[in-house]
């Protein structure tokens, strides 16, 4: 028996919100209704401006891992923070939602933890201003092989790919993963850093990848090709790819096998975590030895449940949504 059924490796972002009206927007300079990598001096000041902010433990990887942890699964989350008032947030919000963390936070660092300012208007729209400070640093150092070898699924966070240090992390936590007879896989996460890397990602999918999921904007970036032909290519180098497109029904190929799942339209609250919820609920049918038809509407079960409320992470208990729809 693995120590671990998931352990996921991501940056260590804390959300901080507050609510906000266009008026602040406009005077703090920020773009509505999007996210936006700014610097640290930037960060600093947005951080200072708001006001009754709210705080909550952030990051793609991050937020699967938590829904993971919703459902029960024994789950470790491997991310960078800094020993500052956010990274110790982040390390007691984990703890305190049963997830490990395994790395504690770096005393002897120049970059402080990584923090995303959430600005929400009266409209319900969320300006996102990221800055990514310690956990963009991950490395093999912070990557334990007793930890990973004791994952029964690995999953990687594409964004980390951007820095060489990110690269050579995720080459051994696979290598470690797979040494210990785990599963190993990665998220995309972003259509340009797949431009940036794509020869990297080709290999790292090729060679020590066993599933990856992507939406079709990432697939088609990964192959420089339409969905239906990039599908094909992965499937053939990769034992498990999986495609979202955005409400259209998601595509996992095994193989020979093709399966689609169906999503059923709804009008989101906020769209975000959507895809990071469906990454939990899929590798939740996944680890479980669930087929792929069942594992894809777990995901697409978990994405509704966030998408009808604001926060990227399950509020609701997603074992019943699954009963509920039948799935178990």
């Known amino acids: 028996m693995k120590t671990y059924q998931v352990v996921g490796i991501g940056n260590a972002i804390v959300d901080v919100i507050a609510q906000c009206d266009d008026s602040f927007l406009d005077h703090m300079g920020i773009e509505k209704g999007i996210m936006q990598l700014i610097e640290r001096d930037r960060a600093e000041t947005l951080y200072a401006a708001m006001k009754d902010r709210t705080q909550a433990p952030g990051g793609s990887v991050g937020n699967t891992i938590a829904g993971l942890g919703n459902l029960g699964l024994k789950a470790a989350f491997i991310g960078r923070v800094r020993d500052d008032a956010l990274g110790r947030f982040y390390e007691a919000a984990l703890h305190g939602e049963g997830t490990d963390f395994p790395n504690v936070p770096v005393a002897a660092a120049d970059l402080p933890t990584s923090r995303s300012m959430i600005f929400v208007t009266p409209d319900g729209e969320r300006s996102m201003n990221t800055y990514l400070g310690i956990s963009a640093e991950v490395s093999t150092g912070d990557v334990a092989p007793e930890v990973v070898e004791e994952a ?42 797949v431009n940036r890397h794509r020869d990297d990602f080709r290999r790292l999918v090729r060679e020590d990848m066993d599933y990856v999921i992507g939406n079709q904007h990432e697939w088609e970036a990964l192959y420089q090709t339409d969905l239906d032909t990039a599908l094909d290519q992965a ?94």
């Not at 696979?174 to 785990?182: D, E, P």
Request: proline letters at 3%.
């Open 152 to 193: 029964g699924i690995l999953f990687l966070e594409g964004y980390l790919f951007d820095k060489d240090q990110g690269k050579a992390a995720f080459l051994a936590a696979a290598q470690a993963c797979h040494r210990g007879g785990g599963r190993a896989g990665i998220a995309l996460s972003d259509p340009f850093c």
């Open 235 to 328: 499937a053939a180098e990769c034992g498990l790819v999986v495609c979202t497109r955005s409400g259209a029904d998601v595509i996992l190929r095994a193989g020979a096998e093709r399966v689609e799942v169906p999503v059923h339209r709804v009008t989101p609250v906020d769209a975000t975590g959507a895809g990071d919820q469906f990454a939990a609920g899929f590798l939740y049918g996944y680890a479980t030895g669930r087929d792929l038809a069942t594992a894809g509407r777990m995901g697409c079960v978990a994405a509704a449940e966030v998408i009808s409320h604001f926060g990227a992470r399950p509020e609701a208990d997603l074992k019943l949504a699954f009963r509920e729809a039948g799935l178990l």
